[in-house]
């Protein structure tokens, strides 16, 4: 079933439409929406996420291959250090008031 | 940023003068040199250096590579240990001077963590690990090779800074500001930058590599859960290595863009941000403290069960402790600077999580000790270092909960008191899991053990230096010595307990030269290892005939428990089975690739240093050229063992 | 690799058709987490230092919204063609990998150009890497990004000259199945410098 979805390009266009409708979402979210600041940088943070995952699951076969949950661990595993370190980061050398 | 064409000088000129004890290391390094080259022209052995071992990309022999590396860093680090211990062995002294000091304790610190601790452990993944899991090389060898000789060129910069152009003298963490090029110029910090960024690229390979190796080659039958120990913490071990060493190749890379280029990452001026050094550097450095610990922790579990005769008590609970301790590895790294002004929210969050690393870290002791319990206990050479350890490690890691109480780590810290608990983990630890290991697979790396006499001696020896030197640091760095000080006035009281750490000091050094004629005398007199199987073992490598065939296993075995060899053992006389045709083995091509790139990656480095660009870019295209070589020509790099050759192994064996 | 019996696995993609095939992308994967912290470690060091201005320009009076968006969609294209190319790779079409790769070339060509004359402009307005600590920042992370994409450029270029000569391959194929992975992870890594440094440089 995965094969032959593969095998038409609709996946590939239904992707680029998402990835598209995300970045522009994101670029009237930051410039034109009607709320404050912090809620529009929550929002497009969100929908770089979602953009991540566009880009995962429509371009780059992340279920394929025979170690699929071991790419998908290793990844995942990944974003906890990215976060731990961005946040950790933020919070220990913005935020290091007494 | 000087021009491309210029090849400036250091202030200080390009060899390092000055100092007799410099001067004589220059001496002994030519002397050394040209008797090494001697040798290899008077035995006609450079065809086979080059062929059996300078291109060779057979884990094993890349493993004993590793090793050797690391036991000459150790007798360079150990040198340098040993010359601050004089130093300090009474109030006053002037053996060395404050900028001397400087360089050295900054040279021991990172020689023995990256380039004497790593390329130890790693060498016995290299060694061991294909063989535990039924593997006939690693998933990339030439990668492995690459490895190797990244690792082996970066320790190459590091330490040739001592003779040419000044040592680095910033300490083995290199915080900014000192290390910035406003208060620190010149070639020594930049040897530390690059002299690590290349070995930490070989080192991230390494991750990759042992990773795809043990989820994708095991053999049939051998489930995650069946995995020896010692391959469990190598998989884990690499997991944190993976994610730990993009934080270490930024760190690095930011501060020499910093100091080059004039960039103002860590600077006080320009809005630069001095800690943010200390921020990243730890958040590396403290999985890293658990990359050369874990597989220290795979190996006592291996020589505990083998001499103790028993499975492992507690595998499973073994196995997730350590996934744990990976990933606590990860959100622990604050603690290594509670004082730099954090406010009391941050500073609990990171002490916590830090207290919290007990927990599995005692239910490994626990298993240990409960493996040991009601066992045939055998007292051989690995098992006496693998015995030490565990209360050695548990007065280190007692006195670690102790540091990460955020309140009292204002008292201790940066004392003798820190200095001493990361001696009594990294030694009692790391160093004491190296030498179980390797006197544990020697027989398999060479065909013969290691005398246990003289073992013994250089076991005792060590241990008792290493506890007399290590005790009283506790109690001086209670009593108020901090580190990094060249000296200290009489009036402190503190000079005779010094005198008993420096003793100590020595006598861990005796302990090595016994270690080093051991392993001398082993070679010419000690016992040969004919049945392959020397400790009677658990796991797959003592399977097979000692020194292990090139292509490993003729037969893949197949796996049906843990302890798959000790299960074998038991079966073999139940069940008789046909032995099966052998079929030629596809094996990968040696390779010049890795060590000339490695050379060009030295160039380039040594480029950076001086600050000469047209070198150092030269370097680099070199680097280049070869990947772009390797990617064109890598069609036809593997040959088949043909079955006469197996045949000709297994019937020697 | 090493040792691996080079036996076909009887369905799925020629790429992951030998074992040597499977462990490679495997690696890359791997390889890609590793990637990901890299980065990450750039961006906590642009973020911390993003309002370390020391009294020269701020993202707000820098970024130029029609530019940046004209590379992110360059970019976001590319990624769309380097898709097609595979896609086309495996139906073993190989006039239609050359062109799509090609397509994707020149789009991740026009991105370069673009962001080169980004930095240009503001190192001739006197916002170069040394002026403060948050252009420090920008330039490197953005600039790391931009290296892998020129590093991408010439990897492909070479994958490309490789699959000429030879066709479609199990070795071939897995190569530029891997550059495809690393085009796409690129992108992935643009979108987030396109929200957390550059949307988010327009409003703070």
């Not at chain 2, 008797?35 to 006609?44: A, D, P, S």
């Not at chain 2, 998933?139 to 060129?153: C, D, I, K, M």
């Not at chain 2, 109480?405 to 983990?425: E, R």
């Not at chain 2, 070199?622 to 297994?650: A, P, Q, T």
């Amino acid at each position: 079933m995965e094969q032959t979805q593969h095998h038409s390009p609709k996946h590939h266009i239904i992707g680029f439409i998402w990835s598209l409708l995300l970045t522009f979402a994101a670029l009237w979210v930051t410039l034109k929406a009607p709320i404050p600041v912090g809620l529009r940088l929550t929002i497009i943070v969100i929908l770089a996420i979602f953009q991540f995952v566009v880009q995962l699951v429509y371009f780059m076969h992340i279920s394929e291959g025979d170690s699929k949950v071991f790419q998908i661990i290793n990844l995942l595993y990944g974003i906890f250090v990215a976060v731990a370190t961005v946040a950790g980061s933020i919070w220990i050398m913005l935020y290091n008031t007494m | 940023m000087s021009s491309l064409f210029s090849f400036k000088m250091p202030e200080h000129g390009f060899f390092v003068t000055g100092e007799p004890m410099i001067y004589m290391a220059d001496v002994l390094i030519v002397l050394v040199t040209l008797g090494i080259i001697f040798v290899l022209t008077y035995f006609k052995k450079w065809r086979w250096l080059w062929d059996e071992w300078l291109t060779t990309v057979d884990h094993k022999r890349i493993g004993i590579m590793y090793i050797i590396s690391a036991l000459l860093m150790l007798f360079r680090g150990g040198v340098d240990a040993l010359l601050m211990r004089t130093q300090l062995a009474w109030p006053g002294l002037n053996f060395l001077n404050a900028q001397h000091y400087d360089e050295i304790f900054t040279t021991h610190g990172t020689i023995m963590i990256l380039f004497m601790a790593m390329p130890f452990i790693v060498g016995l993944m290299n060694v061991a690990v294909p063989l535990q899991i039924g593997a006939r090389d690693v998933a990339f060898p030439e990668l492995n090779a690459v490895s190797f000789w990244l690792f082996f060129a970066g320790a190459m910069l590091f330490n040739i800074s001592f003779v040419i152009g000044g040592s680095p003298d910033a300490g083995w963490t290199s915080y900014t500001p000192l290390a910035g090029n406003e208060l620190d110029p010149g070639p020594g910090e930049n040897y530390y930058l690059l002299g690590l960024q290349i070995a930490g690229i070989g080192t991230l390979m390494t991750g990759i590599n042992f990773l795809v190796t043990i989820i994708k080659m095991r053999a049939p039958g051998m489930t995650l859960m069946k995995m020896p120990l010692f391959t469990w913490s190598t998989l884990i071990t690499s997991v944190i290595i993976i994610f730990a060493f993009p934080v270490l190749t930024v760190a690095l890379a930011l501060l020499t863009i910093d100091r080059l280029f004039g960039a103002h990452f860590f600077t006080v001026t320009a809005g630069g941000m001095p800690m943010m050094w200390a921020n990243l550097f730890w958040i590396w450095g403290h999985p890293e403290v658990y990359i050369v610990i874990l597989p220290a922790f795979g190996i006592f579990s291996e020589v505990i069960s083998t001499f103790a005769r028993k499975r492992l008590f507690g595998y499973r609970a073994m196995v997730y402790s350590m996934v744990a301790i990976s990933a606590l590895s990860f959100i622990v790294w604050l603690h290594h600077f509670f004082t730099m002004g954090q406010g009391p929210w941050i500073n609990s969050f990171f002490g916590v999580s830090t207290m919290l690393i007990a927990i599995p870290t005692g239910v490994k002791v626990f298993n240990w000790l409960l493996t040991l319990h009601k066992g045939r206990i055998e007292f051989t050479q690995p098992m006496l270092w693998a015995l030490a350890f565990i209360p050695s490690f548990l007065i280190g890691g007692v006195t670690g909960v102790m540091l990460a109480a955020v309140p009292a780590d204002y008292q201790y810290h940066n004392s003798y008191f820190l200095i001493s608990h990361f001696h009594y983990v990294l030694i009692g630890g790391t160093v004491f899991g190296c030498f179980a290991g390797l006197t544990y697979w020697w027989p398999k790396m060479f065909g013969h053990k290691l005398d246990e006499r003289l073992g013994k001696w250089a076991f005792w020896v060590f241990n008792i230096g290493f506890h007399l030197c290590f005790i009283p640091m506790y109690l001086v760095g209670l009593q108020g010595m901090t580190r990094r000080i060249y000296t200290y006035p009489a009036e402190t009281g503190w000079g005779p307990i010094n005198m008993v750490e420096t003793i100590g000091a020595f006598i861990m050094g005796i302990g090595f030269l016994i270690f080093c004629y051991c392993v001398y005398y082993s070679a010419r007199f000690g016992e040969r290892d004919v049945t392959g199987d020397a400790w009677d073992g658990r796991t797959l490598e003592w399977s097979l005939s000692s020194p292990a065939p090139h292509y490993n296993f003729a037969h893949i075995p197949k796996v049906e428990a843990l302890d798959a060899w000790w299960h074998m053992k038991k079966e073999k006389g139940k069940k008789k089975e046909k032995p099966e045709p052998y079929k030629p083995i596809h094996m990968p091509n040696n390779t010049g690739m890795p060590i000339v790139m490695s050379a060009f990656m030295f160039v380039a480095g040594f480029g950076f240093v001086f600050e000469w660009y047209l070198l150092a870019i030269g370097g680099l295209i070199g680097v280049l050229l070869c990947m772009l070589w390797r990617s064109f020509n890598d069609y036809d790099s593997h040959h088949y063992v043909s079955v006469e050759e197996i045949k000709k192994h297994e019937m020697a064996s | 690799m090493a040792a691996i019996s080079e036996k076909a696995t009887s369905s799925g993609p020629l790429e992951y058709s030998t074992e040597e095939g499977s462990l490679k992308i495997f690696g890359f994967w791997i390889f890609l987490g590793a990637e990901i912290v890299l980065f990450a470690t750039l961006f906590a060091t642009y973020l911390v230092l993003h309002g370390q201005t020391a009294g020269g320009p701020t993202s707000k009076e820098l970024f130029e919204v029609r530019d940046f968006m004209i590379e992110t969609l360059l970019l976001l294209t590319s990624s769309f063609t380097c898709g097609l190319a595979v896609l086309e790779m495996r139906k073993g079409n190989k006039k239609g990998y050359m062109a799509w790769m090609a397509i994707t070339l020149l789009l991740g060509l026009g991105f370069l150009g673009m962001e080169i004359r980004e930095f240009v402009t503001y190192v001739s307005e006197g916002a170069g890497l040394s002026r403060s600590a948050f252009l420090s920042g920008f330039f490197i992370l953005v600039g790391t990004h931009g290296a892998h994409v020129s590093l991408g450029v010439l990897w492909i270029l070479c994958v490309m000259a490789q699959i000429a000569k030879r066709g479609f391959t199990p070795m071939t194929a897995r190569k530029a199945f891997i550059t495809g992975l690393y085009w796409h992870f690129l992108d992935v890594v643009w979108i987030f410098i396109f929200t957390a440094v550059y949307l988010t440089g327009v409003v703070t």
